[in-house]
């Protein structure tokens, strides 16, 4: 079984410092990973996936998430946050030899402060 | 209308009360998806359907009944529930396969209440 693990619930952080919100995942198979945003009353929406390839992975709005397989980590981060990244990021897996079946974490709400 | 819609947005229903969620996609997809998102807890995923067809029941009790109509809406019906199947319930499309990823888009989801 697949299981993801966020351990900070809630992250206060200044505005223009920057952030990691941590991720590490339990998989005894390869997997997908991706990091969810949900601002509040939306839906998800996906901020950035690593399927393949380059293990760093970006974002268009300054985010990057970073996979290393030997601590099954899948942090992300930002060198620099603004007021409107205040929102709920949830880090989720698939398996992949599976085509939907997301396995979410917890969420960790990221406060970000003036 | 583009992206994925639900409505109602908020819904607060009786313990004894039947109500029924909406989700109504306009990507061409052909996969859809409930999960259910409460307080402190990981997304669930609840109900699947591919091409019309379920193909996931994640072991959710029967007091919630999923209809797939066509590729293009979902519903959720709701029947006696309890108060611990207050959450919010968001609906997911995507396009149809069994055999590679495809991204999943998610619409902003229906609160719920149960008194």
């Known amino acids: 079984a697949q299981s993801v693990t966020q351990l900070d619930s809630q992250v206060p952080v200044f505005e223009e410092a920057p952030v990691e919100l941590r991720c590490n995942y339990s998989?005894?198979?390869?997997?997908?990973l991706f990091w969810y945003v949900q601002y509040p009353n939306q839906g998800l929406q996906l901020l950035l996936k690593?399927?393949?390839?380059?293990?760093l992975v970006e974002s268009i709005n300054g985010f990057e998430a970073e996979f290393n397989k030997s601590q099954t980590s899948f942090h992300l981060r930002k060198p620099s946050v603004h007021i409107s990244d205040t929102a709920e990021y949830f880090c989720?897996?698939?398996?992949?030899?599976?085509?939907?079946?997301?396995?979410f974490g917890s969420g960790t709400r990221l406060l970000v402060r003036p | 209308e583009t992206g994925v819609t639900q409505t109602p947005r908020h819904l607060v229903m009786g313990m004894t009360n039947k109500k029924s969620l909406k989700c109504e996609q306009h990507l061409g997809h052909n996969a859809m998806y409930w999960y259910k998102q409460s307080a402190k807890k990981p997304l669930e995923l609840m109900f699947v359907y591919n091409f019309k067809e379920q193909t996931e029941n994640n072991s959710v009790p029967s007091r919630f009944s999923p209809e797939c109509p066509n590729s293009s809406h979902l519903f959720l019906h709701l029947h006696t529930l309890q108060p611990e199947d207050s959450a919010l319930y968001l609906c997911?499309?995507?396009?149809?396969?069994?055999?590679?990823?495809?991204?999943?888009?998610f619409g902003p989801g229906t609160r719920l209440t149960v008194l």
């Open positions: 998989s005894s198979v390869s997997v997908y």
């Open positions: 690593y399927l393949s390839g380059s293990t």
């Open positions: 989720a897996v698939i398996r992949m030899d599976s085509s939907y079946k997301l396995i």
């Open positions: 997911a499309s995507s396009q149809g396969s069994q055999s590679s990823y495809n991204e999943q888009f």
